[in-house]
């Protein structure tokens, strides 16, 4: 199988090293706009460089494509990709826009591959045991949930809340800040119609078709060698938290109030890091037809559309309705 990236900087590098731990899969083109970020990335895992897109589809002719540029280059490259013939694999946030996302989404079902959304924190270790007790019940029904987030992990935990609990939907949100506080190099061609990073201080509340109730707080002040994200659960049965889930130890701490003895264990610590090659090596297991964990096209815009309504609700004081049918 062979596999290409567009975009050699630090995304590039993760998706780059996952692919390169799987049997069967050669990572046979690398492309950059800057010429030495192509070879660099090129020659430390035996590919050919490029530095135009179109050129690198035609020479290659790829199964995979990962989208490692930032978002305002992801739509035009993932397009180009699926019109090639390639399963894609778009880093997070999908596109700049509702617009982008759903062009994305169309070429994907009309060439019939597969888009997904790097959203690398589904294979947290920890948060993979949670989904696995939520399923089979263990915890009882959950009722309140509550996160705190770094703002770079804030959509993250959007698509997190989805993955765990289900449909959203309606979202109360208040914040204090602008996006140009953030410090974050991504921002220019983003919609401003799209939160994607909170910045000091943000606060939303969050209604889902279950009727669970989250209620989701982010600052771009937290230090992500401390804080990334923290999850506290309440259910009919008791309380769970995964404290200080963080850079170095990404699966967090576990405290509950819950007699597990007789489930599965807690994971070990893993790096934040190590989330990257799981995701990539999910998404290969789904493009060739095994079962998989990965969050699809779909999913990466429903989360924009979370987004959006996020942003509406802190500009208008008022409760915002999601549509709950999936996006076509
Ligand atoms: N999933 C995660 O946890 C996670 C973490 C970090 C970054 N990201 C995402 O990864 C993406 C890239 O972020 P990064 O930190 O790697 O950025 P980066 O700046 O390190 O790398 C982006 C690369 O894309 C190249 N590039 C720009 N336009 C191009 C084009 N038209 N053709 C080819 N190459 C082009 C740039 O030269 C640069 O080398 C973003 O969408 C970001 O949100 C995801």
Redesign the pocket.
């Known amino acids: 199988m062979k596999v290409a990236i ?7 590098m993760m998706h780059a090293k996952g692919y390169s731990q799987l049997e069967g899969v050669k990572i046979a083109g690398c ?4 010429p030495e ?1 192509a070879r660099e990335l090129a020659s430390r895992f035996g590919a050919e460089a490029f530095n135009d ?1 179109e050129e690198m589809l035609e020479v290659i002719r790829p199964d995979i494509v990962s989208v ?4 305002k ?2 739509a035009f ?1 993932a397009m180009a990709a699926l019109k090639s013939g390639a399963h894609v694999l778009c ?3 999908l596109a700049s826009s509702l617009d982008e996302a759903k062009a994305m989404v169309q070429t994907a079902k009309e060439k019939g591959k597969l888009l997904a959304t ?1 959203f ?1 924190y589904r294979h947290i270790p920890s948060i993979r045991w949670l989904k696995s007790l939520l399923s089979d019940g263990v915890l009882g029904e959950p009722l309140l949930v509550t996160l705190q987030t770094h703002s770079y992990c804030h959509h993250h935990s959007v698509d997190l809340l989805r993955f765990l609990f289900g449909e959203i939907v309606s979202v109360q949100a208040t914040m204090r800040g602008e996006r140009s506080e953030v410090p974050y ?2 921002w220019e061609g983003i919609s401003d119609d799209l939160l994607y990073i909170p910045p000091k201080a943000f606060g939303s509340i969050l209604h889902f078709e279950s009727g669970l109730i989250a209620v989701v707080a982010g600052s771009f002040l937290h230090q992500l060698d401390d804080l990334m994200l923290e999850l506290n659960l309440v259910t009919a049965k008791g309380r769970l938290s995964l404290r200080r889930m963080r850079q170095g130890n990404i699966c967090g701490d576990l405290d509950t109030n819950l007699d597990l003895s007789g489930a599965p264990p807690f994971p070990e610590p893993v790096p934040f890091l190590d989330t990257f090659p799981l995701s990539v090596q999910n998404f290969v297991k789904a493009v060739m037809g095994e079962p998989a964990i990965f969050a699809t096209g779909d999913d990466g815009l429903k989360a924009m559309e979370i987004e959006k309504a996020l942003l509406t609700a802190v500009r208008t004081g008022q409760i915002i309705s999601l549509a709950t049918k999936p996006p076509s």
């Open positions: 567009i975009g050699c900087g630090f995304a590039g492309c950059d706009i800057v970020k897109l490692c540029t930032l978002e280059d992801h490259a880093e997070k946030m790097q690398n190099k991504g």
